[in-house]
């Protein structure tokens, strides 16, 4: 078991504002539903309408402490830690807990079966993990892990303090900049799906000779595929957050603070703005254009560029036309006996 904190040291520790007893002795964090009277737990601000549903989970909890926002319903007698982000307060939380046993490596410094090319230059402080495969005239900056069996080509520049983690592959000419994090089996600046198509319908591969370039803290998911440009740069601007298992097309330009959710396609060529976030298994057609703050829901097909605002449905439509075409879709079996009912009423009608 860790160390045990009061409410008193929890308060301090996440600058968050107490409500209930000082004194009270928290061991651990779990979700609210699981939660015992000796772990912290945190309710936190959701977005759609979907908060009620939490805060009746929040009425039932047994958790000993909740972190909440200063807008929400609190009762009487229970502890509650008031931050305005309490998701955040409740993962400092979190990591205080659970301090040495988030170490990424047993391994330290350079392990010796990796393998370095004499000309890679190596900042200070860096990992370098089992078997990873540091290529020519790479530059690692200072603090940079690599993790165990990852591929690191030639001419790639990554950034201070940045984390990639084992079997990464990073092709050539890439730049990373500070403090990205790439997860496992990520790729990095693979070649872009492009051909040309002779008259016998055989085709041919266009060489993609452009890279990728991920802006400072952006943060990549496991086997998530970049495709490096064809001529240019495939970029993502800082503080974008791509998921896992999402495919971003040769030559695309992502915006400053976008949030990609899993299983998403963006095609080549198409551009983002800044804060667009994207639900899960959205497509995007090429060479199209998103606004700042665009909004798109799971499964959203686009196949045009968007100005600001909520969007849903495949094709995609204002979220709040998507929304009543569903209800609609949803009650068509009603509707089509409706039908039938009237049509035979009308046809007796006819034949007197």
Request: charged share 20%.
């Amino acid at each position: 078991m860790g160390r045990l904190y009061t409410l008193a040291e929890l308060a301090k520790l996440t600058s968050s504002r107490l409500v209930g007893d000082p004194t009270y002795t928290i061991e651990n964090v779990a979700d609210l539903e699981s939660a015992t009277s000796r772990d912290a737990s945190f309710l936190n601000k959701l977005p759609f309408g979907q908060t009620s549903r939490y805060e009746q989970l929040m009425r039932k909890s047994s958790a000993g402490v909740i972190f909440i926002a200063p807008d929400v319903g609190q009762l009487e007698a229970r502890n509650y830690l008031i931050h305005e982000d309490p998701s955040r307060a409740f993962q400092t939380a979190l990591e205080a807990f659970h301090q040495n046993s988030n170490t990424l490596t047993g391994f330290e410094g350079i392990h010796s079966t990796a393998v370095i090319h004499p000309t890679a230059k190596i900042g200070k402080d860096v990992h370098i993990g089992p078997h990873a495969v540091i290529d020519q005239n790479v530059t690692l900056g200072d603090r940079v892990h690599i993790g165990a069996g990852t591929f690191i080509g030639p001419h790639v520049h990554i950034g201070a303090d940045s984390v990639i983690h084992p079997r990464v592959t990073i092709r050539e000419n890439c730049i990373l900049k500070e403090r990205v994090v790439i997860q496992p089996g990520a790729v990095i600046g693979s070649c872009g799906f492009g051909y040309t198509t002779d008259k016998q319908g055989r085709h041919t591969k266009l060489n993609q000779v452009g890279n990728v370039i991920l802006e400072e803290d952006v943060e990549v998911g496991a086997n998530t595929t970049i495709d490096r440009s064809r001529f240019k740069s495939t970029r993502i601007a800082r503080g974008t957050k791509v998921d896992n298992l999402v495919q971003i097309g040769h030559g695309a330009q992502l915006g400053e603070h976008n949030i990609i959710v899993a299983q998403t396609g963006i095609s080549g060529s198409s551009k983002t703005g800044r804060h667009v976030i994207m639900g899960g298994q959205c497509g995007l057609t090429g060479h199209l254009e998103l606004a700042d703050g665009v909004i798109l829901t799971a499964r959203t097909g686009v196949d045009k560029s968007l100005p600001a605002g909520k969007y849903g449905g495949a094709p995609c439509l204002p979220l709040s036309e998507h929304n009543r075409i569903s209800v609609h879709v949803r009650n068509l079996a009603k509707t089509l006996e409706r039908i039938k009912s009237l049509e035979a009423r009308l046809q007796k009608i006819e034949q007197h």
